[in-house]
């Protein structure tokens, strides 16, 4: 029996493909049961995609992405250098102070000006 802890880590983040990866190869290199446990959002997100798997009998169905979506992947969902790691931490962390009073969070953001937010907008727009 393999037993896969903390899976909602594999559902988004950085280094999203070597977690998939792992969580992958866990799963298949099992000869009987596996027993995947974990929390909050992102194993709601792994139960539904599980739940979808067995709907269609285990079956993968794979499409092959144009050059165009590869490179996008690669940019996208490549693994990340310990030193771009550090900068997400400390952005994060950043955001996170800013916008922990929503008022407050208003306030700043309207003090930002209107090139910057919009570059911001843009940004994460590009990642939805």
Known sequence: MVYLLDCQYCAAGSELIKRRNTLFTSVTRSRAWVRICGHGDGAHILASEFDEL??????LNFTIPTREELEKMRTSYRDITRDER????????????????EDDSKVLMKSLSKKLRDKLLKVLSDEE
Do not use: I, P
């Open 54 to 59: 067995r709907e269609k009998e285990f079956r």
């Open 86 to 101: 550090k900068k997400v931490e400390k952005l994060e962390a950043s955001l996170d102070a800013v916008l922990t009073n």
